[in-house]
Every structure is written in structure tokens, then in C-alpha cells.
């Protein structure tokens, strides 16, 4: 028989009235046949009808049905099942199917309830209940989100409550416009698409989706929009040392883009976009702005705080862990911006096949999502979804808090019954049944008034915390108005003893650092002072004047150059400088001309650094670029290759020569 069956006739389907004014007009006098047919109604459903009305009280038509009868709970037990289930799962502890298989089953043996022999085999309920339970109560199996336990109990009423209070302490005395009310936030991009749905073949096993590469780069867009729906131009922040102007090549009109090593947002990037947030709103301290942002550190810093002071920002945050509740911009924004970043991304990667997505194509991809997903409908719904504006604290009902009740209210279901006693909880289901009471094993007890029925809350307790949170020395962080005195005070003083504590971290770390490097200095003396053999002995000269470190780094006396000296000579790039050893051909004004050597990497029969000429490597340079005027080299000698090898008789360690 199939799971849902569908009726092949209409009998049985006549309404209750159209029946009973048949079954009076034959009790009238006419027959059953005659009424039968005048009124379209089979004569044996009219018959079946008369002679039930004359023993009992009928309350519809057709046979009953027998599903009623082979049911294993009753209605009322279903229900109470149906809406613990529904609890857990608002708490955000929901239980699985198995699980919920074996809670009937222990609730059915808990209370004496016949179950079917399938059902204490296997340990747990049948399928075929598990289904229809589900439909029977508008019920099914969902895949959950996987939500942190701080998000989870830091949602409360408690400090949602500070929040609107603080909200409604400045609207109260700033008396916003919507136009000034904004929220400011920070979403990531990456150089990889997540890829969506396609269409393939049916009951193919692997189906798979280009995207740009496996290791994503990550651009840090900063948004910003107010209650009227109106949208700031973003703010890019890329992970480069240097900006450059073309990073932000086919962004949004107005975009501004910076840099850091990370690409992550800092306080010093914050500044900026609050001087580019001041330059788009024209706010100043006779038109001031709400700005409501998280409580990220970048946010919170004294630079930020002044230039709010002296713009007119009024700076409010939301409580940690609350962003997905009150924050407009993750409630109702971020998520189609990101479907719309993904959709040009993929789309990018379609047009140019074979390419790699690049940090330079960010900006055109955000363009394209940016003006789909920041929509005045979008904006508004979340300040309104958020309870913002229009000014709402009752915008959250009750079932929204339910996952931080395990940790923020007691539990009176579980509440000892004497001084002492503690409650026995079930942790876990046990998949045998426990042996019913003998006092009342003779009656089943699926009646929910019957006094010793058992509830599924009884056997599986809705959750509390029984150990209270352990306690830190790490300050608590809340909902705050940063602007106002008293908190920028308490700032500057968190300043200042961050500020202390980091410079005596680096007076201890150059204290050791000093002391190890004057221990590899002593070390590094005693190494050298040793003999050593070599296999072509090089006579030296007397080099204390070079190997002295005090003048190491000394004002060059390059006055006397002529033709023939050897120079060591400093190129600069964008990052670092370098240092090379030339030969002297020639001068022309401040000019000179030298041919360069390169140092041998590896190792060589002695221990000081080895150069050869470089073929066809000669340069010109200004004379004030010469850093030092090296003594005639010697030759390493004993072969015809060893012959172009040269080795000064001096100290070019602090040097760093390539």
C-alpha cells in the first residue's frame, strides 16, 4: 500500500446535512429508494445512515476510519511530545531523528503504552510513525546552522535591554533625523566564488564547478548606510603595503582604498573611513550623527574618539555576539550582497576563461553586487527588522530568546524537591526499556491527567546550566556610548595602560636581545682567533684597522679615488637597499664608472667571502653613493678559476654585500 493514499471514488463524501434531511424524508413516508434518487445519494449509504442514527449519535459519513484505532499515543500525548520537541529546538538543542525514535519509545514503555513488536526489536520507533508524527504535528528534519554558544546566550534580554536603553538616551537627546542615523560595518571578499546550484545529470556522483584558485586572497570592503536607505561609498582595504590608485579600478563611484599587510581592517584605517564617512555626510557638531557599529577593537580607539568629538559622530555600540540580531547591515544586507558578489565573480571567470581572479578585479565584482544588494528596501528593512528605527525594544519575541534560557533564568522543572536532593536528569536516551512500576503495570497510563503519567519533559528535561560561569579577570564588555565622557575617560585610561604594559614587554625583549647578541659577538671572536688550515695559504696583512666595528658604519673618505680602487657602492630599491663591490674605471664629474663583482654563495677553501667578476655588469653611479673604500683584494690562486677569485683582507659581515 503506498505511503499516501489517494481515494479512487467520492463515497462516503456526501455532506452530514444533505444525509439527514434524506433520513427525514423517508421517516415522512417516502421510500429510501425514491429520496435516494432524487437527491443523487446512493440508497445504501441513506439505509447505513438510518439504522446507525437509531443506536448511536453519528458525527459523519462513510465507514470510521481505522488509523484512529491502531495509533499508539493519543492526541493529547502527541501533542505534548510535538511542542517539547519544538522547545528543544528553539533552544537550539534540537535532537535527531533517531533520537526523537527512541523518545517515543521511552515514553511509550515509561507510561505502559502497547507499542508494536518492531518498535522493541529495533529499539526504537518505526519509520512509518516517525513520518506521519511529522505530519500529523507540521513538523520536519532541517539541517541547523551551526551558531556559537556566545552568540547563543549573549543574546538575552538583559543586554538587549541596555542597547534600546542607550538607543533611546541619545535619540532622546541628539533628536536624530533618519538621514543621520547610520550603521557601520565590515564585510570580506575573496579572489575564490562560492560555487551555487547547476544542472547535471541525474544520479551523477560528483559534479563540480570552476572557481578561481584554492587559497583565497581577502579584500576587506567597509560599509555604511542610514535608516533612509541611503548608502556610503565603500572603502577598500587590500592586502599590499603600497596603495595604488588602480586597486580600486571600476568600483563604486566615491570609493576610497587603502592598504595593510593583512588586508584586515585597523584603527588606523578606521580613521580614514571616518573622515571619509564626515566628507560624505557633512555632519558637524550642529548636525550630529549616530553612528552604531560592533565592538570591534579597530573601532574603539582615541584617534577615532577625537575626530568623532570634533565631527558631531555620536558613537553607540551593540553588545558582543549580538550582530546577527542588531545590526542592520548583517540582518538584511550582507547576505544578498554576498549572493550578488558571488554571481559576478562567477560570471567574471566565465568571461575570461582559462584566467586566475586577481585582488584587482574585486573592485569591478563588488560594483556590480554593491548596486544590486545595497537597495533602499534592503537598508530600511534592516533598521526596521533590528528594531532601530522605527524605535521598537519589543521588536523580539520571546521565542528568539529561548537559546539563552539554559544560562540566564533557573530551570523550576528541575528544581530539587527537598533541601539537599538534587534532581535526577537524564543525559542521554536509553535504548532499553525501563521496567515498569509494578503497582500500576496492570493499566496503561496515556492519559496526560493520569497521576503517574510520565512526560517526555521528565525523560528529557529541557536544558539548563548547572555550573555557573567560571570567573576572569578580563573586563566584561557591553553595549556603550563611546563618546560620552565618562567612557572616553575610561578609554584614554585602557590606553595608556595597554600602552605601559606593551613598552616594558620591549624593554625586556631588547634587554635579552642585547645580551644575546653580545654573546654571539664573543662567541663569533673566539671562533675566528682559532687557527685553521687551508689548502692555498694567503698571506694576509695586518687588518685591525677593518676589522674594528666601531667604525664599521663611519662617514666614507672617498676623496682620494682614482682608477683601479675597489669601492663598496649602495643601490637603493623601493623596500631595501643594496650593496655591491666594484672596480673604479673611470670619473666624470660626480659620475663614476666601476665594472662589479659577485659574492660566491656556498662553501669555498676559506672562510672569508669570495667575489668573482660578473660578465658584462658595469654601471655608472653618483660619487656620493660609494659607502666605502676597500683594500686591494687577493687572489685566491693554485688553479686557472681560482685565479679570477678574489678575497679582501678585511671585516664585510655588517655590510650584507650580494
Known amino acids: 500500500m503506498p505511503r499516501t493514499y489517494r481515494r479512487k471514488t467520492s463515497w462516503g463524501s456526501t455532506p452530514l446535512e444533505e444525509i439527514e434531511r434524506a433520513a427525514s424524508e423517508v421517516k415522512g413516508g417516502k421510500s429510501i429508494r425514491s429520496v435516494a434518487k432524487e437527491r443523487q445519494i446512493d440508497r445504501s449509504t441513506v439505509r447505513r445512515y438510518i439504522k446507525k442514527r437509531d443506536t448511536q449519535e453519528v458525527k459523519s459519513v462513510g465507514y470510521s476510519g481505522t488509523a484512529s484505532a491502531k495509533r499508539v499515543f493519543s492526541e493529547e500525548v502527541e501533542k505534548e511530545l510535538a511542542e517539547h520537541i ?114 547535471a545529470e541525474k544520479g551523477k556522483k560528483q559534479v563540480g564547478s570552476i572557481t578561481s584558485a584554492e587559497r583565497v586572497e581577502l579584500v576587506t570592503v567597509v560599509c555604511a548606510v542610514n535608516a533612509t536607505g541611503n548608502a556610503v561609498p565603500p572603502m577598500f582595504i587590500f592586502p599590499r603595503v603600497r596603495y595604488k590608485d588602480h586597486f580600486i579600478a571600476g568600483a563604486p563611484p566615491g570609493s576610497i582604498g587603502t592598504t595593510t599587510r593583512s588586508g584586515w581592517i585597523s584603527e588606523d584605517v578606521f580613521v580614514v573611513f571616518l573622515e571619509h564617512l564626515v566628507q560624505q555626510t ?44 542588531l545590526q542592520p547591515l548583517d540582518k538584511c544586507v550582507y547576505g544578498p550582497f554576498k549572493t550578488y558578489y558571488n554571481r559576478a565573480l562567477d560570471g567574471w571567470m566565465r568571461s575570461n576563461p582559462g584566467k586566475t581572479a586577481s585582488i584587482y578585479q574585486i573592485a569591478g565584482c563588488v560594483n556590480d553586487a554593491f548596486m544590486s544588494a545595497m537597495t533602499p ?41 527537598a533541601e539537599g536532593v538534587a534532581p535526577v536528569v537524564s543525559a542521554s536516551l536509553s535504548a532499553e526499556l525501563p521496567s515498569p ?40 564588555v557591553k553595549t556603550r556610548i563611546l563618546t560620552d565622557t565618562p567612557e572616553k575617560q575610561a578609554i584614554e585610561r585602557h590606553h595608556e595602560e595597554r600602552t605601559n604594559k606593551l613598552k616594558g614587554k620591549k624593554e625586556i625583549i631588547h634587554k635579552k636581545q642585547g645580551m644575546w647578541k653580545r654573546k654571539q659577538t664573543q662567541t663569533k671572536i673566539a671562533v675566528e682567533s682559532s687557527s685553521e688550515e687551508s689548502d692555498v695559504p ?49 670619473f666624470a664629474d660626480n659620475e663614476v664608472s666601476a665594472r662589479f663583482l659577485r659574492r660566491i654563495r656556498g662553501i669555498t677553501s676559506s672562510k672569508k667571502p669570495t667575489f668573482v667578476f660578473k660578465e658584462n655588469d658595469e654601471a655608472s653611479f653618483p660619487r656620493k653613493d660609494v659607502l666605502k673604500k676597500l683594500p686591494q683584494p687577493q687572489q685566491a690562486g693554485g688553479t686557472a678559476r681560482r685565479e679570477q677569485q678574489f678575497i679582501f683582507p678585511c671585516n664585510l659581515d655588517h655590510w650584507n654585500i650580494e
Open 377 to 417: 528596501r534592503n537598508i530600511s528593512s534592516g533598521f526596521r527588522a533590528t528594531g532601530i528605527f522605527p524605535y521598537n525594544r519589543d521588536i523580539f519575541s520571546d521565542a528568539e530568546f529561548e537559546p539563552s534560557m539554559v544560562s540566564d533564568r533557573p530551570n523550576l522543572e528541575q528544581q530539587p524537591a
Open 86 to 199: 519544538k522547545k528543544l529546538a528553539e533552544q537550539f538543542h534540537g535532537i535527531s531523528p533517531k533520537k526523537c525514535r527512541e523518545l517515543a519509545l521511552e515514553l511509550a514503555g515509561r507510561n505502559n503504552i502497547p507499542t508494536p513488536s518492531n518498535w522493541t526489536e529495533k529499539g526504537l520507533a518505526g519509520k512509518e510513525w516517525f513520518k506521519n508524527f511529522l505530519a500529523r504535528h507540521h513538523l520536519s528534519c532541517r539541517m541547523p546552522e551551526a551558531t556559537s554558544l556566545g552568540r547563543a546566550t549573549a543574546f538575552n534580554k538583559t543586554t538587549v535591554g541596555e542597547f534600546f536603553d542607550n538607543l533611546a538616551k541619545v535619540i532622546d537627546r541628539y533628536k536624530f533625523p533618519p538621514n543621520m542615523i547610520f550603521n557601520v560595518d565590515e564585510t570580506g571578499v575573496t579572489t575564490v566564488q562560492t560555487p551555487k546550484q547547476v544542472v
Open 538 to 586: 694567503i698571506p694576509f696583512e695586518d687588518t685591525s684597522e677593518y676589522e674594528s666595528s666601531s667604525d664599521e658604519r663611519s662617514e666614507p673618505d672617498v676623496s682620494d679615488l682614482v682608477v683601479g680602487d675597489f669601492v663598496i657602492v649602495r643601490f637603493a630599491s623601493k623596500s631595501r637597499s643594496h650593496h655591491y663591490i666594484g672596480l673604479v674605471d673611470s
Open 282 to 325: 557633512k555632519c558637524s557638531p550642529d548636525l550630529p550623527l549616530l553612528l552604531i557599529m560592533d565592538n570591534h577593537e579597530a573601532h574603539i580607539s582615541l584617534k577615532a574618539l577625537d575626530i568623532a568629538k570634533t565631527s558631531g559622530i555620536v558613537m553607540l555600540t551593540i553588545p558582543p555576539h549580538t550582530s546577527h540580531r
Open 437 to 476: 512500576d509494578p503497582v500500576h503495570a496492570c493499566g496503561s497510563r496515556s492519559d496526560p491527567n493520569h497521576a503517574r503519567y510520565v512526560s517526555p519533559t521528565d525523560i528529557l528535561p529541557l536544558l539548563k546550566s548547572q555550573q555557573p560561569r567560571k570567573q576572569t579577570n578580563r573586563k566584561r
